[in-house]
C-alpha cells in the first residue's frame, strides 16, 4: 500500500465548528487530491495541489479549504461545518510521471450534528 | 467535458460465477479509463487501467476489462467469482493530458457474493 495516512480517521463534531483533517505521504508525490464520498455519488474532488502552496478547486469546493505548506501534507478545512458536509473524505496522491494512478488513503468518515 | 455511467448500483452472483459490472463514459478527448475496488470501511485500490495501448486490459485478482470504442463501453468482467470480491467497484474517466480536476468517478456498482 501506498504510504498514506488520514486523521484522524473519525469525528463528530457540531455544526458551526471548525474542523480540520489531515493527510500525509511518504512517497513524495507532487499530486495530492481531496475527495468526498456520499452514497449514489461515487468520489467526488474537493481541492488539489499540484505542489507545494500550488492548489486548486475541484468540483465541490464551496465551504472548503485546503493548504499545503510541505510536500507530505495536505490540510483540508471546513471553516464553519455544516450537516450537509457530513461524509467520508478520501485524500488520494499520484505521481507526475504517472499522474493519472491515484493512490488513496484510508479515509476519514465526518458526522457533523 | 466527461462523464461515466455506471449502469447497476448492485449486482449479485453466485461464487464461482462469471462477474460483469457496466461501465459506460463519453469523453471529449482520448478517455483513460480505470476501475477501482472498494473493501468495506477501506479506501480505494486501483484494479486496472486503460490509457491507449491495448484494449482488453488485465487488472488484479483475476480482472480485466475491455475498451470498446465504439459502444463507448469499459465493462469489467471476472471469469468466476470469489467470495473476496465483494465490494464496492468505481468506473473512473479522464480525458488524456487534462487537469486533475478532470477525473470523473462513477456512482459505484455494489457486488454481492452468494454461497
Known amino acids: 500500500d501506498a504510504g498514506i495516512t488520514q486523521s484522524p480517521r473519525h469525528k463528530v463534531t457540531e455544526t458551526g465548528t471548525p474542523v480540520t483533517l489531515r493527510c500525509h505521504q511518504t512517497?513524495?508525490?507532487?499530486?495530492m487530491y481531496w475527495y468526498r464520498q456520499d452514497p449514489g455519488h461515487g468520489l467526488r474532488l474537493i481541492h488539489y495541489?499540484?505542489?507545494?502552496?500550488?492548489?486548486d478547486k475541484g468540483e465541490v469546493s464551496d465551504g472548503y479549504s485546503v493548504s499545503r505548506s510541505k510536500t507530505e501534507d495536505f490540510l483540508l478545512t471546513l471553516e464553519s461545518a455544516t450537516s450537509s458536509q457530513t461524509s467520508v473524505y478520501f485524500c488520494?496522491?499520484?505521481?507526475?510521471?504517472?499522474?493519472?494512478?491515484?493512490?488513496f488513503g484510508p479515509g476519514t468518515r465526518l458526522l457533523v450534528l | 467535458a466527461q462523464s461515466v455511467t455506471q449502469l447497476d448500483s448492485h449486482v449479485s452472483v453466485s461464487e464461482g460465477t462469471p462477474v460483469l459490472l457496466r461501465c459506460n463514459y463519453s469523453?471529449?478527448?482520448?478517455?483513460?479509463l480505470f476501475w477501482y475496488v472498494q473493501h468495506p470501511n477501506k479506501g480505494l485500490q486501483l484494479l486496472l487501467k486503460y490509457t491507449s495501448a491495448a484494449t482488453l486490459v488485465k487488472g488484479i485478482n483475476g480482472f480485466e476489462a475491455e475498451f470498446k470504442k465504439s459502444e463507448t463501453s469499459f465493462h469489467l468482467t471476472k471469469p468466476s467469482a470469489h467470495m473476496s470480491d465483494a465490494a464496492e467497484y468505481f468506473c473512473v474517466v479522464r480525458a488524456r493530458y487534462s487537469s486533475a480536476s478532470k477525473i470523473i468517478f462513477g456512482s459505484g456498482t455494489r457486488l454481492s457474493i452468494r454461497p
Open positions: 488520494a496522491i499520484s505521481d507526475p510521471g504517472n499522474q493519472e494512478t491515484q493512490y
Open positions: 469523453s471529449s478527448y482520448s478517455p483513460s
Open positions: 495541489s499540484y505542489g507545494v502552496k500550488d492548489t
Open positions: 512517497e513524495n508525490h507532487r499530486y
